[in-house]
């Protein structure tokens, strides 16, 4: 079969996937039988042996490559080394462990074809699912669409494929703390969208935890707007103008009436309600400084410890990373 001369880059982000890599490699060889190819596979600090895998099977396909982090540094920072090391006129992001289906690739390529920048796959609401996920997952997109200054669609994974000229936009964004959901929002550009159904995970558990879920949920809405802080001010606002008017009007009981009952009751009741308000609000201005504290410090978002690509991008990331020290010295001594 005559080959393409279009470059695809399938980034796969792991952790503890060893049973499920050759699985993966080997559906993506099957769909990309068309075209040149390139595999990235980004270990994020496997502990199972999973680097015993792709090394060997990089060693028998120069198209496979490999990046293992120093150690986990989460699903988002994977997928943005993957991006960063990628070469691809086209670059696609799917997880190793086969629940996103590897023959949709063909579609999104079709459609990037047909002028799409991004494509990006929407997971469907399935039956199987609990009601508690169901429930969690409307109540995060209602919360992500209402809290946010961009519109995310609900269901929106992070199986996709942009365009190269979109990949060197991320390649150069300089945040520490991503969520690349919202980030492809912010960008704009030509979207299109493919449905799909979660398939059976082929070996193994899931690695993604509920606190991992929740995590990802609060970089969502914190990350791409300030309008949670808006609406604790608005809140602030109508609760301090009622209790302005209960004032006035336990004031007048007192003033003009003998009704006055002396009780502890409704002291309590609103004791409590402010001080939970106000500890809700210090959190949500907890967040957005600690993400300040975060990004000021400036260190890459991940650190490689090997690597089978030719550019050697181990002294890349440290050369960066000096250059950041080297900067942060000139301003202390200005």
Known sequence: MKRSNTLISVIVPCFNEAENI????????????????????????????SDNVYV????SDERIKYLRFSRNFGHQAAIKAGIDHANGDAIITIDADLQQPPSLITQMIQKWK??????????????????????????YYWLLAYLSDYQVVKGVSDFRL???????????????????????????????????HLEERQNGMTRYTFGKMLGLASSGVTSMSVKPLKVALIIGVVISLCSFL????????????????????????????????QLIVLGVMGEYLGKLFMESK?????LIKDTNDSTDFIDKSIN???????????CTVT
């Open 162 to 196: 942009i365009d190269k000229k979109v990949a060197k936009i991320v390649k150069e964004l300089p945040e520490n703390h991503l969520y690349l959901r919202g980030l492809f929002s912010w960008m704009g550009f030509e979207h299109a969208y493919i449905n799909y």
């Open 246 to 277: 209960y004032g006035l009007y336990a004031l007048s009981v007192v003033l003009f009436t003998e009704a006055a009952v002396p009780g502890w009751t409704s002291t309590i009741i609103s004791v409590l309600f402010m001080a939970g308000f």
């Open 114 to 139: 047909e002028g799409a920048d991004i494509v990006e796959g929407v997971r469907q609401a399935q039956h199987k699912e609990s009601w508690f996920k169901q429930k969690t997952s409307s109540l």
């Open 320 to 330: 960066d990373l000096n250059d950041i020290i080297k900067e942060d010295r000139r």
């Open 298 to 302: 400036r260190r890459p978002v991940y």
């Open 56 to 59: 060997q099977l990089a060693q």
């Open 22 to 49: 050759p699985l993966i490699i080997l559906a993506l060889e099957t769909v990309l039988l068309p075209w040149d190819y390139e595999i990235i596979i980004v270990d994020d600090g496997s502990t199972d042996g």
